[in-house]
């Protein structure tokens, strides 16, 4: 059988039996898999919802919160549930958890984001699991991910996963929403995330919890555009040591794309971009079949505020063809678009790079 750089995320509803007690025999059944993985040679890494589903109870909640200092109160106090039944379950095994708690800054910073790496890496050589979720005692609005299966695809391209694994209560992609039409299908192979694929998040979107066939559609995106594969399957019943031998009851996402170094793998999918540069025909052929730098010339629009050093979107029309490091602020892009690199200087009283992105800090999406 084939090893693995393993990562497996299971959601609340996984985790939890009913709103807010825990699963325990499905948590137990799920982390001896991940320890079987992990002793057969593979690397293994468990996203893990849940900690605010854990701490409804004890705090006198019948449902879900719907303000920040509710949700937060209840992701402390989960947390640190979740985690003991976690370790009791990895005791006999002689395992122990390690948890790591992420906002979105641990991936937007470069420092952090090799920093988080680095300890992964660490990790792999003793007897523990990594744990990782959402640092909800202090993410709001703007730091949270939003849902665990982004957080998932951006531990999958830290450590450069070839499988990922998203267990759900739903199990796999679906023609139209199966809760609600009795024709509906499953997909079982998916070879490609077209706009065709993205479009059945809108018909078989279960909406329950935070998450739903959009967010794992688009994580599914994210880490087969470099290199790696996505299983969506139903988390009560689906076995990990099956889906490893290649037997998958749900839906498959294969690899679509070459895989990148890790640090364009970083500006590619990590990055939020701060504005976006609108380019000429010819300066896209350059961009996407060339492989060449953008410059000043083939620039014909420039959105947002972004500074020096932003990641910013390259667009062909509406088409988004590349993403990178800019290195000039929106404000010197408007006044050099559409010139030639040799009058930057002129136009800017001094020169500092040929090229507004230079190909080094850019991939082509």
């Not at 689906?238 to 895989?259: C, H, M, N």
């Amino acid at each position: 059988m084939r090893t693995h750089s393993l990562v497996v995320k299971a959601g609340t509803g996984v985790l939890l039996e009913g709103t807010a007690k825990l699963d325990r025999p499905n948590i137990s059944r799920l982390l001896n898999e991940l320890i079987d993985a992990r002793e057969q040679g593979h690397r293994v890494i468990f996203v893990s919802s849940g900690a605010i589903g854990a701490g409804l109870a004890p705090l006198g909640f019948t449902r879900r919160p719907v303000n920040i200092p509710d949700l937060q109160a209840c992701a402390a106090v989960g947390q640190s549930l979740l985690m003991q039944a976690y370790n009791e379950v990895l005791a006999p095994r002689g395992y122990v958890v390690a948890q790591l708690l992420l906002t979105y800054g641990d991936f937007q910073d470069r420092r952090r984001y090799l920093n988080l790496r680095n300890t992964l890496v660490g990790l792999s050589d003793h007897a523990v699991l990594p744990v990782i979720n959402e640092n909800d005692t202090v993410s709001v609005d703007e730091i949270k991910f939003g849902d665990n299966d982004a957080l998932c695809a951006l531990v999958a391209n830290v450590v450069d996963a070839t499988l990922t694994i998203i267990l759900s209560d739903v199990d796999g992609l679906y023609t139209a929403n199966p809760r609600l039409h009795s024709d509906a299908t499953r997909i079982s192979v998916v070879e490609g995330v077209t706009p065709e694929i993205e479009a059945l998040a809108d018909v078989s979107d279960s909406g329950v919890g935070v998450g739903g066939m959009a967010t794992k559609i688009r994580a599914a995106k994210t880490v087969t555009s470099v290199g790696g594969s996505l299983v969506v399957a139903d988390g009560k019943r689906a076995s990990v040591a099956a889906i490893l031998r290649g037997e998958i009851d749900g839906t498959q996402f294969k690899p679509a794309g070459d895989r990148l170094d890790h640090r364009k793998r970083w500006i590619a999918h990590t990055l939020k971009e701060q504005g976006a540069i609108v380019v000429d025909d010819g300066a896209a052929r350059a961009v996407t079949a060339g492989g060449k730098s953008l410059l000043p010339a083939g620039v014909i629009g420039c959105e947002g505020g972004f500074l020096e050093g932003d990641p910013i979107v390259i667009r062909h029309g509406d088409r988004r063809i590349a993403k990178g490091l800019t290195n000039y602020s929106a404000d010197q892009v408007r006044r050099i678009m559409g010139k030639k690199s040799s009058e930057i200087a002129g136009l800017l009283g001094g020169k500092l790079f040929d090229e507004v992105v230079h190909r080094n800090n850019m991939v082509r999406l």
